[in-house]
């Protein structure tokens, strides 16, 4: 092999290696469902605040805090008739997540699909829970949060039981302050 291919083969591996490790370094996420987290984080931030909601069981009050130097976003949700149940949004790496604690005792853990900020759309699936004895059981399996302007935001959660879908809670919210 003559020199000027050994140097041929040399720099393209050099620079092939050099491409790899660029878009592996922070910041450089090629992965749309993961260069978005903060995108969306971002968007369920204008969320902090006061909400209500009419359902079946009655008014339904939600309780939207930043904290942690804005980078948690905590959820204490009120429903007639089920008590008080608690959400935890946060970026974690590359996702955006969610930990559901709910009054059926479990808590699912979720991370956001892809989010396209034309959509406002972000739509959450189940990757585990702790306190829940088998898949089946019963728990919250999917969410989606679809905002609708500054004041208004509809929330769709999906129960799951002996693994399909049982049921879904729409909430449509709107601002209280």
């Not at 339904?60 to 935890?88: F, Q």
């Not at 702790?130 to 399996?141: E, F, I, P, Q």
């Not at 693994?163 to 729409?170: D, E, H, N, S, W």
Request: net charge negative; glycine share 8%; hydrophobic share 40%.
């Amino acid at each position: 092999m003559s020199r000027n291919r050994v140097f041929a083969v040399v720099v393209s591996f050099l620079t092939l290696a050099a491409c790899l490790a660029w878009a592996g370094a922070p910041g450089n996420v090629t992965d749309k469902s993961q260069s978005n987290a903060n995108l969306a984080f971002d968007k369920l931030k204008t969320l902090a605040g006061e909400w209500e909601a009419a359902s079946e069981k009655g008014k339904v009050t939600s309780s939207l805090e930043l904290l942690s130097n804005g980078t948690v976003l905590l959820e204490k949700i009120r429903v007639p008739g089920d008590g008080e149940m608690v959400t935890v949004y946060y970026v974690d790496g590359n996702h955006l997540v969610l930990t559901h604690y709910c009054s059926a005792g479990n808590q699912p853990h979720m991370q956001a699909q892809a989010f396209d900020p034309a959509s406002d759309l972000i739509r959450f699936d189940f990757t585990g829970a702790t306190n829940l004895a088998s898949a089946a059981d019963g728990h919250m399996h999917t969410a989606e949060i679809k905002f609708q302007g500054p004041d208004a935001f509809k929330a769709d959660w999906t129960m799951y039981k002996d693994g399909k879908a049982a049921f879904t809670v729409p909430i449509q919210f709107h601002r209280v302050r």
